[in-house]
């Protein structure tokens, strides 16, 4: 129990390395806010996001964030550029490179693209209309390149691809619920696991459905995952993830870690002064462009 302890306590120390830190953008579900962190680990920005879960950095230095039920876009000045609203949870937003928004409708299981006015241009359904999926029907989505789907299907513990009309391709099975799903150049599928089975996690799959690579409390000292929402694969081969620290768990374990294809981790991330649960995270160390895929996330 000593040795657990100093373990977490080690883990939550690693950020005051600050040759070691990171700037990185970020969304606190629980807290309600979005945030940019400076590399001495201070907020340097924030706005509101109420029950935020998916968070992008775009190119022009907008924000671009679910809030609960809709998207928003805003400026560095804080000035709304894009919205969305729908009576139907809404876990999953992405900027096209058409210029148009993907967005994941929860309880709808509703894949939509919306253009710059707020129009829905284009609609995909997973389920018969009027039909409600629920809270759990799905958590991150992502549209694809080749304009095909992944869908985290928290509640089925499954991701599930879609082709571009919706029709099931593939599925990777998820136990303890799938919150995000990326799929990386190599053609591998990295998803994360929440806390369902009280084995949270990171799951990799090769295109065959072969299990190539994961990482769960076992592989951790001190045991510090509760619940892994977001992630980001970096470019040196590690693994940023957010370790949402809900469910009984506030205050009690790092935000952040980041994991080599070793399993060591190398760096954390602990704010619990102004962030709750983190569910979304972007490493900005390096100029990366979302709409060229260079942001696995």
Same mark, same amino acid.
């Not at 806010?33 to 920005?45: C, E, I, P, Q, S």
């Not at 510090?224 to 980001?232: C, I, N, S, Y």
């Not at 790092?254 to 962030?275: F, G, I």
């Given at each position: 129990?000593?040795?657990?302890?100093?373990?977490?306590? &080690? &883990?939550?120390?690693?950020? &005051?390395r600050a040759a070691e830190n990171h700037v990185f953008a970020c969304a606190d579900y629980s807290g309600g806010k979005v945030f940019l962190v400076g590399a001495d680990g201070a907020v340097t920005w924030e706005h509101p996001a109420s029950h935020c879960n998916d968070f992008w950095?775009?190119?022009?230095?907008?924000?671009?964030?679910?809030?609960?039920?809709?998207?928003?876009?805003?400026?560095?000045?804080?000035?709304?550029?894009?919205?969305?609203?729908?009576?139907?949870?809404?876990?999953?937003?992405?900027?096209? *490179?058409? +210029?148009?928004?993907?967005?994941?409708?929860?309880?709808?299981?509703? &894949?939509?693209?919306?253009?710059?006015?707020?129009?829905?241009?284009?609609?995909?359904?997973?389920?018969?209309?009027?039909?409600?999926?629920?809270?759990?029907?799905?958590?991150?989505?992502?549209?694809? %390149?080749? +304009?095909?789907?992944?869908?985290?299907?928290?509640? !089925?513990?499954?991701?599930?691809?879609?082709?571009?009309?919706?029709?099931?391709?593939?599925?990777?099975?998820?136990?303890?619920? *799938?919150?995000?799903?990326?799929?990386?150049?190599?053609?591998?599928t990295l998803i994360t696991l929440a806390d369902k089975l009280k084995d949270p996690g990171l799951l990799e799959y090769d295109a065959a459905g072969k299990v190539v690579w994961q990482l769960s409390n076992k592989d951790l000292p001190g045991a510090p995952l509760k619940f892994v929402?977001?992630?980001?694969?970096?470019?040196?081969?590690?693994?940023?993830?957010?370790?949402?620290?809900?469910? +009984?768990?506030?205050?009690?374990? *790092?935000?952040?870690? !980041?994991?080599?294809?070793?399993?060591?981790?190398?760096?954390?991330?602990?704010?619990?002064?102004?962030?709750?649960?983190?569910?979304?995270?972007?490493?900005?160390?390096? %100029?990366?462009?979302?709409?060229?895929?260079?942001?696995?996330?």
């Amino acid at each position: 129990m000593k040795t657990s302890l100093l373990m977490v306590l &080690l &883990l939550l120390a690693l950020p &005051l390395r600050a040759a070691e830190n990171h700037v990185f953008a970020c969304a606190d579900y629980s807290g309600g806010k979005v945030f940019l962190v400076g590399a001495d680990g201070a907020v340097t920005w924030e706005h509101p996001a109420s029950h935020c879960n998916d968070f992008w950095v775009l190119a022009n230095g907008n924000l671009l964030f679910t809030t609960g039920h809709g998207v928003l876009e805003v400026t560095r000045e804080k000035k709304a550029v894009f919205k969305y609203e729908s009576k139907s949870e809404i876990y999953a937003c992405q900027r096209l *490179p058409n +210029g148009n928004t993907f967005v994941g409708e929860c309880n709808a299981g509703r &894949l939509l693209e919306v253009s710059p006015a707020g129009k829905v241009v284009r609609e995909i359904r997973l389920l018969p209309e009027g039909k409600d999926g629920g809270h759990g029907f799905m958590r991150n989505a992502r549209e694809l %390149p080749n +304009g095909s789907f992944l869908v985290t299907h928290y509640g !089925e513990q499954v991701v599930k691809e879609y082709d571009a009309h919706g029709k099931l391709v593939r599925e990777f099975k998820a136990p303890g619920m *799938p919150h995000s799903a990326v799929r990386l150049p190599n053609g591998n599928t990295l998803i994360t696991l929440a806390d369902k089975l009280k084995d949270p996690g990171l799951l990799e799959y090769d295109a065959a459905g072969k299990v190539v690579w994961q990482l769960s409390n076992k592989d951790l000292p001190g045991a510090p995952l509760k619940f892994v929402a977001g992630v980001h694969r970096l470019a040196n081969g590690n693994t940023v993830l957010c370790n949402w620290v809900g469910h +009984g768990f506030f205050g009690k374990a *790092p935000h952040l870690l !980041e994991v080599t294809p070793e399993k060591r981790v190398v760096w954390s991330y602990a704010n619990h002064k102004d962030m709750k649960t983190i569910a979304s995270v972007i490493m900005l160390d390096a %100029p990366a462009d979302p709409l060229k895929g260079e942001v696995l996330h």
